[in-house]
């Protein structure tokens, strides 16, 4: 069973900063990548940033230039680090995985509980 753990939300003023972090843990055999996702109230759930075991980057427009994810290897870590936060990125922000539990299960994906970011002033 993989488990995500996710901290760093919280209330912040416009163009203000906050960095999450997501660890991993339990049975991971490998892991293809990890990000993070968001969704708003009454809004899909959308794709925020996610880094591939090979270090590649993908953002979402909106946060382009803004927002940077990094990966620690070693300790199945990865961070958002948010900057120049506006209303907008108002939502909850879930780390999402995506892995194989043992060498022989499929690739699926696995979700944190999820943390609320709320810009306001």
């Known amino acids: 069973q993989v488990q995500l753990v996710e901290s760093g939300g919280g209330l912040v003023q416009p163009g203000g900063s906050l960095r999450l972090s997501c660890a991993a843990s339990g049975s991971i055999f490998r892991i293809e990548a990890m990000g993070w996702y968001r969704q708003a109230p009454g809004k899909q759930r959308e794709l925020v940033a996610i880094?591939?075991?090979?270090?590649?980057?993908v953002y979402a427009d909106s946060v382009k230039g803004r927002f940077t994810i990094s990966r620690d290897n070693a300790k199945n870590t990865v961070h958002l680090q948010m900057n120049s936060l506006k209303p907008e990125d108002t939502a909850a922000y879930s780390c999402?995985?995506?892995?194989?539990?043992?060498?022989?299960?499929?690739?699926?994906?696995?979700w944190g509980q999820g943390t609320q970011v709320t810009v306001s002033s």
């Open positions: 999402n995985l995506r892995g194989y539990a043992t060498r022989l299960t499929a690739l699926r994906d696995y």
């Open positions: 880094i591939t075991s090979g270090d590649t980057a």
